[in-house]
């Protein structure tokens, strides 16, 4: 009995690690395939980091990777998990930030403006996605502290911080991307150990992209220079996911 309970959590681990694989997998190609397709895009429209003040690099670089990332993993996150709740709200969420997120990469719009889309992307997440934190933990000399009626307040707030977090640290090619593919990795990890198999399949989708994203980002003896940026756009819908 003890040998057959092992061979069937061993079987049904090696199913979880295939899929996770597959899914990451499609996701890295259908992100080179498409960052390769918008590179001249971005160009011939603007939506180009240039250089300027505080951004030393060498040249306009297209700020297209968080376009590539959002394209790539949605249709195959449609076909991999069922649409509910909570997966509607953040594919609302993150299409709102990053519409907006061009836009400010085109036009630099001003912060209020970003702020007000940020929140609104939050807001989404909790009354459409019915996500939103309701505890907090043993802090403040508290053991199981409930939010209650803080709690969107709270949500808001930590998500807008998360999102301009990934955001600031988007100064220096592949930080950004870094950050963002260690978070995801450990939150994967725990989405396993707590049994949660379907935030992992959703978080390895975004680990495959995000690493592809960063194949054209990171200096490397052969890439001497970053091919693309993900843009105020890119690095905001990262912050959004991890959030």
Known sequence: ???????????????VVTRAVLAASAAFVLTIALTVIFKPLAIKVGLVDRPGGRKEHAGPTPAIGGVAI?????????????????????????????????????????????????????????????????????????????????????????????????????????????LTLAALLMISAAAVYSGNGRLADGLVLVFGAVAAFMVFNLRTPWNPRAQIFLGNSGAELLGLVIA
């Not at 069922?82 to 912060?111: K, Q, S």
């Open 1 to 15: 009995m003890h040998q057959e309970l092992h061979f069937g959590m061993h079987v049904a681990l090696h199913s």
């Open 70 to 178: 959002l394209l790539a993993t949605i249709p195959i996150g449609l076909f991999l998990m069922p649409i509910t709740a909570p997966i509607r709200g953040l594919g609302l969420a993150a299409v709102l930030i990053l519409v907006a997120g061009i836009f400010d990469d085109l036009y630099d719009l001003r912060w209020y403006y970003r702020i007000f889309v940020q929140v609104a992307a939050s807001l989404i997440m909790i009354y459409v996605g019915g996500v939103r934190v309701e505890h907090i933990g043993a802090v403040f000399g508290f053991q199981d502290h409930t939010l209650g009626v803080l709690s969107p307040l709270f949500t808001v707030v930590a998500t807008v911080g998360l999102i301009n977090a990934i955001n600031w640290a988007d100064g220096a090619d592949g930080l950004a991307g870094f």
